[in-house]
């Protein structure tokens, strides 16, 4: 039994600290998974902070170059960011609303048909403290 192999790469995304404030960052990342998915199945996104000059975010997107799609979903990138008070508990001073905030998005995309794979918290910056919560979800198209 035979099976064609194909090539695992990976094709890094870089999003600035700018780019993260103004929500640009997510429609950068699945513009390019919209554009590998043409000729491949990326079958992973993992975010990665890098950098302190200029404060930046990476998302290593990994997929198999040449794989047809054998599946009707690709994966793709939610984005939740808060300031660092936000997120803080009421009792500690803060509005306490990551919690809301974020399940309310993972609503979202299971009523829109899609499946949360991950959720990757991380911390950009200095002044103001962003926290990030990326959620990486498996849908037929990104879902906004």
Request: charged share 30%.
């Amino acid at each position: 039994m035979s099976s064609k192999q194909y090539k695992r790469k990976v094709a890094p995304v870089f999003a600035t600290y700018g780019e993260v404030m103004r929500h640009e960052h997510e429609k950068k990342v699945n513009d390019r998974i919209d554009e590998l998915a043409k000729n491949g199945t990326v079958v992973s996104v993992f975010p990665n902070r890098v950098g302190i000059k200029p404060i930046q975010v990476v998302y290593d997107l990994i997929y198999d170059e040449g794989r047809p799609s054998d599946r009707e979903y690709h994966r793709y990138l939610k984005s939740v960011l808060f300031l660092i008070n936000e997120i803080q508990p009421k009792e500690h001073g803060g509005e306490g609303l990551a919690e809301s905030k974020v399940n309310e998005e993972i609503d979202k995309i299971y009523e829109a048909g899609g499946k949360v794979i991950a959720i990757v918290p991380h911390s950009l910056g200095f002044s103001p403290v962003l926290v990030l919560y990326d959620i990486i979800y498996e849908a037929e198209k990104r879902i906004e």
